[in-house]
Structure formats: structure tokens, C-alpha cells
């Protein structure tokens, strides 16, 4: 009896295993899901907040640098050449910004529509030399193809970077002082890259985007926004 008791108890464990297996399947790409962009693969915003929360057990209160990017005039390569090549240029782009943000052994992520960002532990102060990497790098020259054939598209971005802490709150600091500066470079013409400096403010509100990002707009109830 006991000998049959324990051939039906491994039989149970053999059939419930696949079962087992499906479930910690599911809920592993689920928590991927929750903090991955679904189109490029990269950290979404709640990807990166994780991120920085890694960093500050890491290194609590250590200088860090964020980078706020923003693709100028990104509307004009949908309407020029599809939203399928659109689609692609933002992957190529986060790519890029992976890639750089990887070498700086930092994180990147798509926060929403052309819009990324970047955390970097700050083993150097020269912010102008990071910033100039993210703004050349990413407008070179990016190959596309789609159902209407092959195309060449470029791409400038707007880069605002802070030099901040890592026990700095993530919303209400870090991507706030990166959003501020950005915005200082998309006024002084695009293509270009501000640093943010203790007081700075936004910019003249004909400079803003117009309505609420969409990442402003995935805030939980009652929360700051950048």
C-alpha cells in the first residue's frame, strides 16, 4: 500500500509539473510585460524607476546622471514615410541608446512614443561629452524598409541631462530635472543638449508640448508628475 501511495504521489507530481512549469512561464513574460517597452524591448517607465531603485541599494547616495531624450519632429517621419518605418526608426534609436547607456554601465528605456531615457552611474562629470554622444550617434543616418521598399531616414534629437543623486525620488527629481533641461534645448533650437543647473525652470509655455505626456498621463491617482 505504501509503494502504491508513492507511485501515485510521483505520477501526480509528473502531471502537475507541466502545469507548474506553464504557470512560472506566465508569470515570468508577465512580469517582463509589466516592465518592458512591448515595441523596442526596452525598460519601460516602470522599468527604469526599478532600475533606479537597484542603483540607490547599490549606491545610495551616489551621483548619478539621467538623460531625458525627446526625437525632433518625429510626426514628419510618420507622415512621410509610414507608420511601419516609424516603428522601426524607434527601435534602431532605442537601440542606440541602449547600447550607449550599456557601455556607461547604465540603463535605458522607451518612456513613451519618441521619447527615452537613460540612467548612468556618474563616473565622470562631463556631462557635454555624454550628451554630444547621444545627439551624434543617434543622428546618423538610420536604414528603414517596409512594404513600400527600402528608405534612408535621419533623425536629431532634443537631450536634456541632470546630474542628481541616486536617493533623489525618481518622479519628482530625477526626471523632473531632466524633463526641465530638455526643454531648454528643444527651445534653443533642437538638436542640441541643456544641462540642468540648481533654479532652472521650464521654458515659456509655447514651448511645451501640447496636452499631457503620455507617460503624465499612466500616472498612478494622486501621484507628482515630471
Not at 129 to 136: E, H, P, S
Not at 180 to 188: F, P, T, V
Request: glycine share 8%.
Amino acid at each position: 500500500m505504501i509503494a502504491t501511495a508513492m507511485v501515485a504521489l510521483a505520477l501526480g507530481r509528473l502531471t502537475a509539473w507541466p502545469t507548474i512549469h506553464r504557470l512560472r512561464t506566465h508569470l515570468a513574460d508577465a512580469t517582463w510585460s509589466m516592465l518592458h517597452d512591448p515595441l523596442t524591448g526596452m525598460l519601460n517607465r516602470a522599468g527604469l524607476q526599478a532600475a533606479h531603485a537597484t542603483f540607490a541599494e547599490t549606491a545610495p547616495a551616489q551621483p548619478m546622471i539621467v538623460a531625458l531624450i525627446d526625437l525632433d519632429d518625429f510626426k514628419r517621419v510618420n507622415d512621410t514615410h509610414g507608420h511601419s518605418r516609424g516603428d522601426g526608426l524607434l527601435i534602431e534609436v532605442g537601440q542606440r541608446i541602449t547600447d550607449i547607456a550599456a557601455l556607461h554601465g547604465g540603463a535605458a528605456a522607451r518612456l513613451a512614443g519618441d521619447e527615452y531615457a537613460a540612467l548612468l552611474p556618474a563616473s565622470t562629470d562631463d556631462l557635454n561629452r555624454i550628451a554630444d554622444t547621444f545627439t551624434t550617434i543617434i543622428a546618423e543616418p538610420v536604414a528603414l524598409s517596409a512594404e513600400g521598399g527600402p528608405a534612408t531616414v535621419t533623425i536629431t534629437a532634443s537631450v536634456g541631462l541632470a546630474l542628481v543623486d541616486t536617493s533623489d525620488a525618481f518622479t519628482e527629481v530625477v526626471l523632473h530635472r531632466a524633463d526641465i533641461a530638455m526643454y531648454h534645448a528643444k527651445r534653443n533650437g533642437r538638436n542640441r543638449h541643456a544641462i540642468y543647473q540648481p533654479g532652472m525652470t521650464m521654458p515659456p509655455a509655447q514651448h511645451h508640448r501640447r496636452g499631457p505626456r503620455l507617460r503624465d498621463r499612466r500616472q498612478p491617482t494622486g501621484g507628482a508628475t515630471a
